[in-house]
């Protein structure tokens, strides 16, 4: 068995096991591994949440995210009145 798991090889992870029984106990075990388990189902699924109101919200029709185009339609306008109003007369 020449495995390794976060550095970690197998006697390591015997040691570790028999440590995790001695403090536990035998029948603790299943229990402490079921909470585990939801906790870490609980964390994974706040995570997906959270990705998918991003995902949601960066698609949402409401958003607009052209907001540098729409800037730049209204300095072009800014500056056809100005021309406008100018007319003739020019900037030496």
């Known amino acids: 068995m020449n495995s390794t798991f976060l550095f970690i090889s197998g006697p390591e ?3 570790i096991m028999l440590i995790v029984v001695m403090v ?3 029948d603790k075990i299943p229990e402490i591994a079921r909470g585990l388990g939801k906790g870490m ?4 699924d706040a995570t997906n949440d959270i990705k998918k109101e ?10 607009d995210t052209n907001i ?3 800037i730049h339609k209204e ?3 800014v500056k056809d ?3 406008d109003l100018t007319g003739p007369i020019k900037r030496l």
């Open 24 to 26: 536990f106990g035998a």
């Open 41 to 44: 189902r609980q964390i994974k």
């Open 75 to 77: 300095i072009n306008k």
């Open 81 to 83: 009145h100005i021309d």
């Open 68 to 70: 540098s185009k729409d």
């Open 54 to 63: 991003i995902n949601d919200s960066a698609e949402s029709p409401d958003l």
């Open 13 to 15: 992870i015997m040691v």
